[in-house]
């Protein structure tokens, strides 16, 4: 089945300490997101990417930290500057150039408490 | 600055009624717009979309009406179903096949029974 692996689902942190987000997809997408969801305020874009090794910091990029050394990860670093971390992390992808209808694939989502 | 707003958080409509879904955007440069559709604890999955090229995009049960001199865009779901229960996103960009998508508030629809 293609599709988009994010994990954990859960995740408790400690203030201050940083904490990774994994996002695997295996549809062959070019392009990566990261978004985040907070309540009353939709989703907003951290990071994104349309080609390896290659990312480009979205609305809300503070605090966090991206890598795409292979096309099917982008993983994501919340670190300790982000002041508001709790919150519902969602990886996207999508298809680049003529291909690509403007369609995001999103997956499950994660969870971060900071406590 | 919000450059879509979706102004309503919830809507309740009986089941078997019209469910309209309204969404308002700032930026007149959007000329492709999409609905998602997400479930507790889920991603948003792809519903449906217009170009602004368009002023109305049929599919199934929903349809989808753009009025771009009110920058307004609404989505119909016609019979509304209990499955239908979500919360609905509106999205703009500005060139079909673009990056970057900006994501409305959302709105809570609850079908009742």
């Known amino acids: 089945d293609g599709g988009i692996t994010q994990s954990p689902k859960y995740l408790f942190r400690k203030e201050g300490q940083n904490v990774t987000l994994s996002c695997e997809q295996n549809l062959n997408h070019d392009a990566m997101y990261w978004y985040r969801q907070d309540p009353g305020q939709g989703l907003r874009l951290i990071y994104y990417s349309q080609i390896v090794n290659d990312f480009q910091k979205g609305d809300i990029a503070e605090g966090y930290s991206v890598s795409r050394e292979k096309k099917e990860s982008f993983p994501l670093t919340v670190t300790s500057a982000q002041k508001n971390p709790t919150a519902f992390y969602l990886c996207?992808?999508?298809?680049?150039?003529?291909?690509?209808?403007?369609?995001?694939?999103f997956g499950e989502g994660s969870r971060l408490t900071v406590l | 600055d919000q450059q879509v707003k979706q102004n309503s958080p919830s809507l309740s409509v009986q089941e078997g009624r019209i469910s309209i879904l309204n969404c308002d955007y700032t930026n007149s440069m959007f000329d492709y717009f999409l609905w998602y559709k997400k479930y507790p604890a889920e991603g948003p999955t792809f519903l449906i979309s217009?170009?602004?090229?368009?002023d109305k995009n049929e599919d199934g049960r929903f349809t989808v009406f753009l009025n771009k001199s009110a920058k307004h865009l609404s989505l119909h779901i016609v019979p509304s179903q209990p499955g239908d229960s979500a919360v609905y996103f509106c999205?703009?960009?500005?060139?079909?096949?673009?990056?970057?998508?900006?994501f409305g508030q959302g709105t809570r629809l609850t079908i009742n029974p």
């Open positions: 999205a703009a960009t500005l060139i079909q096949g673009a990056q970057k998508l900006v």
């Open positions: 996207a992808s999508s298809r680049t150039g003529p291909a690509n209808t403007g369609e995001l694939f």
């Open positions: 217009i170009s602004s090229i368009k």
